[in-house]
């Protein structure tokens, strides 16, 4: 199964407002495990950096002016997520951005049904705890020392890990450590090589003692009718 992990960043929280998409990370999974097969660019917004926006992400508009603008990359994002689920923390905000660059374009929307929303997914899963990325870092040890300013791409690796956290980490069964090769199938070549070299113990069989049979006997004979005499 192949998801995208997705983050952007922006120039403000108002894409209906003139905002525009300045930074696209995504990041491949298979199976809900990260790849190494990602996309990522900086986008020219086509206007000025407010100070708040740089105070987050730290991308200058004299930075920006030397890449890309949307229009540019809308064919290469769009085949790289093809018609995969997007993993995204709020998705709302981003696909709304991304929504707003493709109508500019006349491109089709995306749909919010094919998000998966890593949010509201934290806060099912920890009522009343933060379900920030940062805090999700945090509950899950994952290192997002590097995380000194938001950064799509960074975001979109940290947010892969944290959706595989989620959906229960990298230990699918019920065992808490790895799992024993008697227990797997012994066609397959890992459980017999996990078999070699063990110890064969021969079939233990348990008999009661004359003590016991004797005290049996006494026991039945103090029933009416027993069933065990029929």
Known sequence: MREISLDTETTGLNPKGGDRVVEIG????????????VFHVYINPERDMPAGAFKIHGLSEEFLRGHDVFAKIADDFLAFIGDDPLVIHNAQFDIGFLNAELKRLGQTPLAMSRTIDTVPMARKKFPGAQANLDALCRRFGIDNSNRELHGALLDAELLAEVYLELNGGRQT????????????????????????????????????????????ETFLKALSDPIWHA
């Open 173 to 216: 069964g019920l065992g808490l450590g790895e799992d024993d090769p008697q227990d797997l199938c012994a066609d397959e070549p890992q459980a017999k090589e996990g078999l070699k070299g063990k110890i064969k113990r021969e079939t233990r069989t348990f008999h009661p003692s004359a003590e016991e049979c004797e005290r049996h």
């Open 26 to 37: 995504c990041v491949e999974m298979i199976n809900q495990i990260a790849t190494e097969n």
